[in-house]
């Protein structure tokens, strides 16, 4: 049983490695001419109006690639009797879907029924980060759209901001990337808005401390304290993961947080709970050109995570509908 299971599992990994060695850059120079700038023009319009739209198409594309690979499933809507994945606990404050609609009914008037909303989610995350000063990386295209998503399936699969390094680690080797990819990736955070719900738990009545969790720097807390005051109306206050820039710029300052205590998510401290974590965290605090390199790379190889292509899946013409 052992050595039939190894079996299963090579064989597996080689379909997913065909599966993303038919994705190339140049995959609609023929078929969709001009279809990837339609979607660059689109995402860079809605940036320059609205720096936050870059954290959201990033996380979207990123919420997407953990719950059956890149295959724009995070877009459906449920279904009587089918609740799909943007309605899941983790999903509710997603945003983006409306510019993601917006690009595609721009291709669907250039070149109906060609481009997927997978690829549009990939491009789009890419264009956004670019669009505030971030990294650029190549983003290869051919993914096909999945038809099935599954509320349950998300809880199941995104990583919860409370795991442990250990943690983190298992979750993002279930997708094929390492521990670099995930300290890597974690750097998302430098961008991006949570709700002061996430926080408050380790600002007041902290269990065994003086009244805040006291792995928290002392005057994070006290300038935390200012933004998210400790009563029900002010739970659903929008609050910078990383206040360093308001949360608008990419940049290393998220690892110089974590670092120094300043970071909102268990998740995020987990990262230098062990000498392997430190160490990657402190290199990339250190470096921006080493951060916005390893980011690319790790964003392309996240982007390749189970991807429908070929005859697999579908095109869909309208994101939100199988």
């Known amino acids: 049983m052992a050595t039939s299971g190894m079996v299963f599992i090579g064989v597996a990994l080689l379909l997913v490695a065909s599966a993303s060695a038919q994705l190339n850059e140049t995959f609609y120079a023929k078929s969709c001419p001009g279809g990837v700038q339609a979607v660059t023009n689109v995402i860079t319009a809605a940036v320059r109006s609205d720096r936050r739209f870059a954290a959201a198409l990033l ?17 459906l809507a449920s279904t009587p009797g089918s609740k799909a994945e943007k309605d899941a606990g983790p999903n509710l404050s997603l945003q983006g ?10 291709l669907e008037k250039q070149c109906p029924g060609i481009f997927s909303c997978a690829d549009i989610l990939a491009l789009a995350a890419r264009d956004a980060i670019s669009a505030i000063g971030g990294p650029k990386w190549r983003v290869f295209l051919g993914r096909r759209d999945g038809s099935i998503s599954s509320a349950t399936e998300a809880v199941q699969n995104l990583p919860a901001d409370t795991l442990s390094y250990s943690g983190l680690i298992a979750n993002f080797a279930k997708k094929g990337l390492n521990e670099a990819d995930m300290v890597v990736l974690s750097g998302a955070h430098t961008i991006g808005l949570t709700h002061c719900s996430k926080v408050t738990p380790r600002l007041y009545n902290f269990p065994g401390g003086n009244g805040s969790d006291p792995y928290l720097n002392s005057t994070f807390v006290v300038a935390e304290k ?4 400790n009563t029900a109306a002010a739970q659903g206050n929008l609050i910078p993961m990383d206040g360093t820039n308001g949360g608008q710029t ?15 998510f268990k998740s995020d401290d987990a990262l230098v709970s062990t000498s392997s974590g430190r160490s990657k965290v402190t290199t990339l605090a250190g470096s921006k050109t080493i951060f916005f390199s390893a980011f690319g790379s790790a964003m392309e190889k996240m982007s390749k995570v189970g991807v429908l292509t070929g005859t697999q899946g579908k095109i869909r013409t309208v994101c939100s509908k199988k």
């Open 59 to 75: 996380r979207l594309h990123f919420h997407d690639c953990f719950v059956r690979g890149c295959d724009g499933s995070v877009l």
């Open 250 to 264: 990419f940049d290393v300052n998220y690892y110089t947080n974590v670092l120094t205590h300043k970071a909102i």
């Open 226 to 229: 200012k933004l998210c005051p």
């Open 97 to 106: 879907f409306g510019l993601i609609d917006q690009a595609k009914a721009a």
